[in-house]
């Protein structure tokens, strides 16, 4: 298996919007819970949100709840993460990962606990 690999990070301005995409090979999305991470520096990795395929259900932190999207694309193996309204307390490195194939559905438990498939982040810096 392939890591994920995001991209589409950058340096946007507060209120701004990105869309950062999750691209993998090797694995096919529709068959994992997909999830989006963030570090930001001197601050533990964070679970942001997560979607299944197999049946539609999301996940989303409090934290970025109604100013966040998480979708995929079966088609393309991608999986998206719409992220407007931006802070700069938004500012960090953004992951996604995939999950053990032992998981269906997307729940708090397996975005904190049930990813194994890591890959290269991409860094998003929101300016105030």
């Known amino acids: 298996l392939s890591a994920a690999a995001a991209s589409g990070g950058g340096l946007v301005q507060a209120g701004r919007s990105l869309r950062l995409s999750c691209a993998a090979s090797g694995i096919t999305f529709a068959d994992y819970v997909i999830g989006w991470f963030r570090q930001a520096p001197g601050k533990e990795r964070e679970g942001v949100s997560c979607?299944?395929?197999?049946?539609?259900?999301?996940y989303y932190a409090d934290s970025v709840k109604g100013r966040f999207t998480i979708s995929g694309d079966n088609a393309k193996n991608t999986v998206y993460l719409q992220m407007n309204s931006l802070k700069p307390e938004d500012t960090a490195v953004y992951y996604c990962a995939a999950s053990s194939p032992h998981y269906s559905y997307c729940t708090r438990y397996v975005l904190s606990y049930g990813m194994d498939y890591w890959g290269k982040g991409t860094q998003v810096t929101v300016s105030s």
């Open positions: 979607i299944s395929s197999r049946d539609g259900s999301t």
